[in-house]
């Protein structure tokens, strides 16, 4: 079974209305999350590194205050999508490492979000 | 900065013909590399992965791949394929087995009948 879950698996919303994606580590602690973004027909670019009890750290060009990313707990982390608008409409997917390989595997994906801003 | 080069934006291949998917990296240290496959409309999937040791890795559902430091690649192989192996796949490279992960842009393999 997944070993991180994330919710939901697609969403729809409203341009200018938030969307909070939560991604949650099953089984094992993660202290540091990892969020992407894919495009249709793209890779996937990292977004920013979560970082449980402290602040994310965002990659270059990626505006910190639309999406808001909060590690509250070992286990959970959240991309919220502020003021959301059509071209925000994407695949997130958020990914935890286990430094213990837990079932063999350094980093464990969510199975995506996706999002579509109408 | 790591950064991960695939050669191939698609590659058709005939059912039950060998398939090789290329990847190269570049990076200033050693790095850990990952393949991952995307089926339509779903999450990745772990193929295989180097960490250390052999550099030829065998991974799930008949793939495998060698690592080759001196040409910096880490070339996806699979002898036979079958029409359940079209889909994205992405190879992928970090500094630490459990960092952050940069994804290559992606080949798209599609079996034809």
């Known amino acids: 079974g997944a070993v991180v879950s994330q919710h939901p698996s697609w969403v729809i919303c409203k341009s200018g209305t938030s969307v909070k994606i939560e991604c949650r580590s099953l089984d094992f602690q993660a202290t540091t999350m990892f969020w992407y973004r894919q495009f249709p027909k793209q890779s996937l670019m990292l977004m920013a590194t979560?970082?449980?009890?402290?602040?994310?750290?965002?990659e270059q060009g990626v505006e910190k205050d639309k999406f808001l990313i909060n590690h509250a707990s070992l286990t959970l982390s959240t991309l919220t999508v502020t003021s959301a608008h059509p071209e925000d409409s994407s695949f997130y997917i958020c990914s935890a490492p286990s430094t213990h390989h837990f079932r063999n595997s350094p980093l464990h994906f969510g199975n995506g979000t996706r999002l579509t801003v109408t | 900065a790591q950064s991960v080069t695939q050669l191939d934006s698609q590659v058709p291949v005939f059912e039950e013909a060998p398939v090789e998917l290329r990847c190269n990296y570049s990076?200033?240290?050693?790095?850990?590399l990952f393949w991952y496959v995307q089926y339509p409309n779903q999450g990745l999937q772990l193929l295989l992965k180097y960490l250390s040791g052999s550099t030829l890795v065998k991974g799930i559902n008949g793939f495998e791949a060698e690592f080759n430091k001196s040409q910096t690649s880490f070339h996806l192989r699979k002898p036979s394929v079958h029409i359940s192996d079209t889909a994205e796949y992405f190879c992928a490279v970090s500094k630490t087995s459990y960092d952050k992960v940069i994804f290559g842009p992606g080949t798209s393999l599609s079996v034809i009948p």
């Open positions: 990076s200033s240290v050693s790095v850990y």
């Open positions: 979560s970082n449980e009890g402290s602040k994310a750290t965002y």
